[in-house]
């Protein structure tokens, strides 16, 4: 049993963490959750349907997305999908504007470490 079958695991707004996307599979578990842990170096903590802007911003800083990784059951992202981001990441394209839009409900509570929660409403899909 995984600390989220267990309750634990909380998004933004205190609430247990609702799945991100399982068509592609997501998350630094691969199991379609943001969840984060001392091996995710990354963080990867924030719930976004990706844009063809971020895609190009996240290429241009080295990580290509959109690229399929078969040896990982990766085909590559493309506009409109979900995602778990790194909350980094997702900062520094906010900074440049072209931050994805995001879903709050499905955005691990540890992305306040990073930003707050008014900023991420800023860009939230559903109701804040």
Not at 22 to 46: A, E, K, M, Q
Not at 76 to 102: F, M, N, Q, T
């Amino acid at each position: 049993m995984t600390a989220h079958d267990q309750g634990l695991e909380l998004n933004v707004h205190g609430e247990p963490l609702e799945l991100c996307c399982i068509d592609p599979v997501t998350g630094f578990y691969r199991n379609g959750y943001c969840l984060t842990g001392d091996h995710d170096v990354g963080s990867h903590v924030v719930c976004a349907r990706v844009t063809k802007e971020f895609l190009e911003f996240s290429k241009s800083r080295g990580n290509d997305l959109t690229r399929a990784i078969p040896e990982y059951g990766f085909t590559g992202l493309k506009d409109g999908d979900r995602w778990c981001l790194c909350g980094s990441r997702w900062l520094e394209a906010y900074h440049a504007g072209v931050a994805p839009p995001i879903f709050l409900k499905s955005t691990h509570q540890r992305m306040l470490e990073f930003v707050s929660l008014d900023t991420l409403r800023h860009l939230a899909l559903e109701d804040a």
